[in-house]
C-alpha cells in the first residue's frame, strides 16, 4: 500500500468515529447549560496571530507549528491551538463592543509537530472554553466546574484538579528574579532549551517536558513566596469557593502554563486512577489578564482552558465508558423481484421520514441470500415484498424477536411498526 497517513495523525472509522461523535455531543449538551456560544474559526491563521499571542519562546511557537507560505508569500499556521484565534476573531469583530461577559466555546482539530506517542498527535481536537470581561475567582472556579462537569458526565469521575497561582505581573517579575538568582548556579544541569528559557523567560523552565522531574526543579523557588498581597486573596478565593463547590484539587507550586499570556490561575486535570493514564493531563487553562490588550485591543481580561479529545477517547475507551453506540436495525426491508425493489426503496424512505434505520436488498431476488443479511443486521423487522404482496397490496411483517409473521395492508404498516416501536 503506497499512501499511508501521516505521522501523528489518525482515522476515525466505524465505532471510534461514533464515539468521536459521542464525547462532542455530550459536552455540547454541558456547555448549553454555562451559555457558551460556538465560535468557528479557520484552520489556519497569519502566523503573527499565534506568534502574538503564545510568545515568541513557547514551545508552541519556537518547535511545533505547521507554517507554510502560501503563493502569495504569505506565512500562514495550521492552528496550534485554539486561545489566538478565538481572541483573534473577538478584536477583528469588535465582539466586545456590546456589554456584558463573553462565553466562547471551540471544538477542532489543532496541529503540532510534535513527537507522537500515545496520547500525543499531530492532528488532535481540542475543546476549549474562553470567557473574556471579567476578573473574579468565580468565575475562574464556574470555568474549572465546567471542565469537571463534563468530565464527570462523560463517566470520567477519577481525576484531579492541579491548580496553582502565577500571580499577577508585579508577583511574576520578582519571581523571575528570584528564579534567575537560583537557576544562575545550576545551569549545567539544564537542558539547551531551559539555557535559553534561563534569559528570555525563566518561569518557562518549571514547564518543561525534560527536566520536570529534576531536583534541580522540584527544589526551585516558589511562586507562593513572591505574591502581592492582592495574588495572594485572589488565588485564596479560588481555592475556598474550590472547596465549597467539592471539586478535589491539589496546589502544584510548580505549576506554570507553557504559553506567555497567563497570569494569576493556572490548572490541569489530570487523571488520578491506578491505571496507565495515572498523571495524565487531560486539560488545562487559566487567566490570562492582558493577552486582549497585548494583541492591540482593549484591555480586557480572559480565562479559559482546553482540553484534548483523544485523550478524553483513549481512556473512555480503556475505561468501557461508552454506552452503546450500535445504530440499531429497525427494518430489513426483502423484495423478490426488481419491481418490488422499487416498492421496497419507496416504503423504506417513507419509514425513514418517520425516524427508522431502514436497511433493504439492492441485489438478490432470492429470499436464501436475503434472510442471510437479516441474520448479519439482526432488524427489529423484516417486511417482505413480493408479486403476490404487490399484487394483494398486503406486505409480510415479521417481528424478529417474537417471532410473529402478519400480513397488513400496505397503507397500514408504517403506523403498525410505529405503535409497535
Ligand atoms: P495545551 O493546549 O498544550 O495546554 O493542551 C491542552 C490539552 O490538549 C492537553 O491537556 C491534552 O489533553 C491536549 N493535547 C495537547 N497537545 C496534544 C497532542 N499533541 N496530542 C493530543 N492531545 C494534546
Same mark, same amino acid.
Given at each position: 500500500?503506497?499512501?499511508?497517513?501521516?505521522?501523528?495523525?489518525?482515522?476515525?472509522?466505524?465505532?471510534?468515529?461514533?464515539?468521536?461523535?459521542? &464525547?462532542?455531543?455530550?459536552?455540547?449538551?454541558?456547555? *448549553?447549560?454555562?451559555?457558551?456560544?460556538?465560535?468557528?474559526?479557520?484552520?489556519?491563521?497569519?502566523?503573527?496571530?499565534?506568534?502574538?499571542?503564545?510568545?515568541?519562546?513557547?514551545?508552541?511557537?519556537?518547535?511545533?507549528?505547521?507554517?507554510?507560505?502560501?503563493? #502569495?508569500?504569505?506565512?500562514?499556521?495550521?492552528?496550534?491551538? =485554539?486561545?489566538?484565534?478565538?481572541?483573534?476573531?473577538?478584536?477583528?469583530?469588535?465582539? @466586545?463592543?456590546?456589554?456584558? &461577559?463573553?462565553?466562547?466555546?471551540?471544538?477542532?482539530?489543532?496541529?503540532?509537530?510534535?513527537?507522537?506517542?500515545?496520547?500525543?498527535?499531530?492532528?488532535?481536537?481540542?475543546? =476549549?472554553?474562553?470567557?473574556?470581561?471579567?476578573?473574579?475567582?468565580?468565575?475562574?472556579?464556574?470555568?474549572?466546574?465546567?471542565?469537571?462537569?463534563?468530565?464527570?458526565?462523560?463517566? &470520567?469521575?477519577?481525576?484531579?484538579?492541579?491548580?496553582?497561582?502565577?500571580?499577577?505581573?508585579?508577583?511574576?517579575?520578582?519571581?523571575?528574579?528570584?528564579?534567575?538568582?537560583?537557576?544562575?548556579?545550576?545551569?549545567?544541569?539544564?537542558?539547551?532549551?531551559?539555557?535559553?528559557? @534561563?534569559?528570555?523567560?525563566?518561569?518557562?523552565?518549571?514547564?518543561?517536558?525534560?527536566?520536570?522531574?529534576?531536583?534541580?526543579?522540584?527544589?526551585?523557588?516558589?511562586?507562593?513566596?513572591?505574591?502581592?498581597?492582592?495574588?495572594?486573596?485572589?488565588?485564596?478565593?479560588?481555592?475556598?469557593?474550590?472547596?465549597?463547590?467539592?471539586?478535589?484539587?491539589?496546589?502544584?507550586?510548580?505549576?506554570?502554563?507553557?504559553?506567555?499570556?497567563?497570569?494569576?490561575?493556572?490548572?490541569?486535570?489530570?487523571?488520578?486512577?491506578?491505571?496507565?493514564?495515572? =498523571?495524565?493531563?487531560?486539560?488545562?487553562? #487559566?487567566?490570562?489578564?492582558?493577552?486582549?490588550?497585548?494583541?492591540?485591543?482593549?484591555?480586557?481580561?480572559?480565562?479559559?482552558?482546553?482540553? #484534548?479529545?483523544?485523550?478524553?477517547?483513549?481512556?473512555?475507551?480503556?475505561?468501557?465508558?461508552?454506552?452503546?453506540?450500535?445504530?440499531?436495525?429497525?427494518?430489513?426491508?426483502?423484495?423478490?423481484?426488481?419491481?418490488?425493489?422499487?416498492?421496497?426503496?419507496?416504503?423504506?424512505?417513507?419509514?425513514?421520514?418517520?425516524?427508522?434505520?431502514?436497511?433493504?436488498?439492492?441485489?438478490?431476488?432470492?429470499?436464501?441470500?436475503?434472510?442471510?443479511? *437479516?441474520?448479519?443486521?439482526?432488524?427489529?423487522?423484516?417486511?417482505?415484498? #413480493?408479486?403476490?404482496?404487490?399484487?394483494?397490496?398486503? @406486505?409480510?411483517?415479521?417481528?424478529?424477536?417474537?417471532?410473529?409473521?402478519?400480513?397488513?395492508?400496505?397503507?397500514?404498516?408504517?403506523?403498525?411498526?410505529?405503535?409497535?416501536?
Amino acid at each position: 500500500m503506497s499512501y499511508q497517513k501521516v505521522k501523528g495523525t489518525q482515522d476515525f472509522y466505524n465505532v471510534e468515529a461514533k464515539k468521536f461523535r459521542y &464525547i462532542e455531543k455530550e459536552i455540547r449538551q454541558v456547555i *448549553a447549560n454555562y451559555g457558551f456560544e460556538e465560535v468557528i474559526t479557520p484552520i489556519f491563521e497569519n502566523t503573527d496571530v499565534f506568534v502574538r499571542t503564545s510568545g515568541d519562546t513557547s514551545d508552541i511557537v519556537t518547535k511545533e507549528m505547521y507554517t507554510f507560505l502560501d503563493k #502569495g508569500d504569505r506565512s500562514l499556521t495550521l492552528r496550534p491551538e =485554539g486561545t489566538a484565534s478565538i481572541a483573534r476573531c473577538f478584536l477583528e469583530n469588535k465582539l @466586545y463592543a456590546t456589554p456584558g &461577559i463573553k462565553k466562547y466555546f471551540y471544538f477542532g482539530p489543532m496541529f503540532r509537530y510534535e513527537r507522537p506517542q500515545a496520547g500525543r498527535y499531530r492532528e488532535f481536537n481540542q475543546f =476549549g472554553v474562553e470567557i473574556y470581561g471579567e476578573s473574579s475567582p468565580y468565575l475562574d472556579c464556574e470555568v474549572i466546574l465546567s471542565a469537571y462537569k463534563v468530565f464527570n458526565n462523560l463517566g &470520567i469521575k477519577k481525576i484531579k484538579l492541579k491548580i496553582n497561582t502565577i500571580g499577577d505581573f508585579e508577583s511574576r517579575k520578582q519571581y523571575a528574579i528570584a528564579l534567575q538568582n537560583y537557576f544562575k548556579n545550576h545551569l549545567d544541569e539544564l537542558c539547551d532549551d531551559c539555557k535559553n528559557r @534561563y534569559t528570555k523567560n525563566p518561569m518557562r523552565i518549571l514547564d518543561c517536558k525534560v527536566d520536570s522531574k529534576k531536583e534541580v526543579l522540584v527544589n526551585a523557588p516558589k511562586i507562593s513566596d513572591f505574591l502581592t498581597i492582592e495574588a495572594k486573596e485572589y488565588f485564596k478565593n479560588v481555592i475556598d469557593t474550590l472547596k465549597y463547590l467539592n471539586i478535589p484539587y491539589e496546589i502544584d507550586p510548580n505549576l506554570v502554563r507553557g504559553l506567555d499570556y497567563y497570569t494569576d490561575t493556572v490548572f490541569e486535570f489530570i487523571i488520578d486512577d491506578d491505571n496507565e493514564f495515572k =498523571g495524565l493531563a487531560i486539560c488545562a487553562g #487559566g487567566r490570562y489578564a492582558d493577552m486582549i490588550k497585548n494583541f492591540g485591543g482593549p484591555d480586557i481580561p480572559g480565562v479559559g482552558y482546553a482540553f #484534548g479529545v483523544e485523550r478524553v477517547m483513549n481512556i473512555m475507551t480503556s475505561e468501557n465508558l461508552f454506552p452503546s453506540l450500535n445504530n440499531d436495525l429497525d427494518v430489513l426491508i426483502i423484495s423478490l423481484d426488481d419491481e418490488s425493489k422499487i416498492a421496497a426503496l419507496k416504503l423504506a424512505d417513507e419509514l425513514r421520514d418517520e425516524g427508522m434505520y431502514v436497511e433493504m436488498d439492492y441485489k438478490n431476488n432470492s429470499l436464501k441470500p436475503q434472510f442471510k443479511l *437479516a441474520d448479519r443486521l439482526n432488524p427489529q423487522y423484516i417486511i417482505i415484498i #413480493g408479486e403476490s404482496e404487490r399484487q394483494t397490496n398486503t @406486505y409480510t411483517v415479521k417481528d424478529v424477536q417474537n417471532k410473529q409473521e402478519i400480513k397488513i395492508a400496505k397503507e397500514k404498516i408504517i403506523n403498525f411498526i410505529k405503535e409497535k416501536k
